[in-house]
């Protein structure tokens, strides 16, 4: 099992039995974040290109964004998120640039439920919901990359830990997974055909510092 994933469904263990207390108010609250992004996995191989070879794989990625917390009676709350960031390419085995920079437009949209509310000086949520993955492509040097912009649609969960500055404000740090399957049309390039590469599971986490401001109750 991933990691993360037990990590996520341990946090949930160990604090549901208090979570039927964590009552938090009604109201809603934004924050805005930023962090670091690490893709897991490889990104795409080419048409024509060799397995085990020719991987592309997107780099560690700066991201920023913002989150949009509707909190619900009782320990709900119905978050919305999007961010954005930048990376190039590199082919896996060589850890070597490939000529190829992606931007990266993610938007969520999820439920999380407070282990512990967010009254408390500290306080504990996980989440889970929908993602929707956009990249870019550009080449270098104003070369065309010859791969398709394209969107993927997955699964995203989440851990965010909270930490009270004030009546108002909270310091929080995030950690995200996203899981989802891509595939992209390509052009051809010298001997390699034109094509759509193979679909894979891509396994992309996050870690984010933000803060977060009530902006209505809570």
Do not use: C
């Not at 991201?63 to 909190?71: I, K, N, T």
């Not at 967010?118 to 070369?143: E, H, M, N, Y």
């Not at 010859?146 to 997955?154: F, L, M, P, S, Y």
């Amino acid at each position: 099992m991933n990691g993360r994933v037990l990590l996520f469904l341990l946090a949930g263990a160990l604090g549901l039995p208090a979570a039927t207390a964590a009552q938090g108010k009604a109201g809603v609250a934004v924050t805005p974040y930023f962090g670091l992004a690490l893709p897991g996995r490889d990104l795409l191989l080419r048409p024509g290109q060799t397995a085990g070879r020719d991987q592309e794989k997107q780099g560690v990625l700066g991201v920023f964004g913002g989150r949009v917390s509707v909190g619900l009676t009782g320990p709900l709350e119905v978050e919305g998120d999007v961010a954005w960031g930048s990376s190039g390419l590199k082919i896996s085995t060589l850890s070597a640039p490939s000529g190829t920079d992606a931007d990266i437009r993610t938007m969520t949209g999820r439920l999380a439920y407070r282990l512990k509310p967010t009254i408390d000086p500290f306080w504990l949520s996980i989440s889970g919901g929908v993602a929707s993955i956009k990249r870019t492509f550009s080449g270098r040097s104003g070369q065309p990359s010859g791969i398709k912009d394209a969107t993927h649609v997955g699964a995203v969960i989440g851990t965010t830990l909270g930490f009270r500055l004030g009546s108002r404000a909270a310091l929080v740090i995030g950690i995200d997974d996203f899981i989802y399957n891509a595939s992209f049309d390509v052009a051809a390039a010298g001997s390699a055909p034109a094509g759509t590469t193979q679909s894979l599971t891509q396994n992309d986490s996050r870690i984010t510092l933000g803060v977060r401001l009530a902006v209505v109750g809570l």
